[in-house]
């Protein structure tokens, strides 16, 4: 089975440009996170999908981020305009509901703001 | 606010020997937790979980405990292997809370076992 796939895998774009992170979870699963890890704060969970649909969005820093699942199998990050300060690696996971909580990473966008 | 707690940045073992993982919490709604184990430019690979009702689970070299009265977790790794050389990350959740499925993580643990 194929895992989380994520595209592009690097992204370095100059400040205020837009960027568009891309994510296919795995067939079958019913949620999907985008997570942003720095050296600084580590992990930190984006927003969340329960089939299709947002679940928590506190973790969007600000209104130049936003997420979107318009089906099962594609999701969308999207940042405008871009900062210096997003420069991060960028996450998509999925997983199932009858799960503990176990979740499948891709494996990441390296997004470089200039 | 770190609710998830892993205060060694680095950790150092010889092949063979037992690598121990800690982890602190300070969430008592937290009920359900898990490692995962994170290469360079791969994302996290999940490891192993325990829910809040067991204080022990064993998979294969992997153990970990529970202390829940300490909201404490450890990862054994026994015997540690060259292969297990990576950053390990303790994350938890309130899982039984209206089934939330947010994931709060540590900082990681950089592990490294030497030939």
């Known amino acids: 089975d194929a895992g989380v796939i994520q595209s592009p895998r690097h992204e370095v774009t100059e400040m205020g440009q837009e960027v568009t992170l891309r994510c296919k979870p795995i067939?079958?699963?019913?949620?999907l996170f985008w997570y942003r890890q720095t050296m600084m704060r580590g992990l930190e969970l984006l927003i969340y999908?329960?089939?299709?649909?947002?679940?928590?969005d506190s973790g969007m820093p600000e209104d130049r981020f936003s997420a979107k699942m318009p089906n099962a199998s594609f999701s969308t990050l999207k940042i405008q305009p871009s900062e210096p300060r997003d420069s991060a690696v960028y996450f998509c996971?999925?997983?199932?509901?009858?799960?503990?909580?176990?979740?499948?990473f891709g494996p990441g966008t390296r997004l470089t703001v200039l | 606010d770190q609710q998830v707690k892993q205060n060694s940045p680095s950790l150092s073992v010889q092949e063979g020997r037992i690598s121990i993982l800690n982890c602190d919490y300070t969430?008592?709604?937290?009920?359900?937790f898990l490692w995962y184990k994170k290469y360079p430019a791969e994302g996290p690979t999940f490891l192993i979980s325990?829910?809040?009702i067991k204080d022990k689970n064993e998979d294969g070299r992997f153990t970990v405990f529970l202390n829940k009265s300490a909201k404490h977790l450890s990862l054994h790794i026994v015997p540690s292997q060259p292969g297990d050389s990576a950053v390990y990350f303790c994350?938890?959740?309130?899982?039984?809370?209206?089934?939330?499925?947010?994931?709060?993580w540590g900082l990681g643990t950089s592990l490294a076992v030497n030939p």
């Open positions: 969430n008592s709604m937290f009920d359900y």
């Open positions: 325990i829910s809040s």
């Open positions: 994350a938890a959740s309130a899982h039984r809370a209206g089934n939330n499925r947010k994931l709060i």
């Open positions: 067939s079958g699963h019913d949620y």
């Open positions: 996971a999925s997983s199932r509901r009858t799960s503990g909580n176990e979740q499948f």
């Open positions: 999908f329960n089939n299709n649909v947002p679940i928590d």
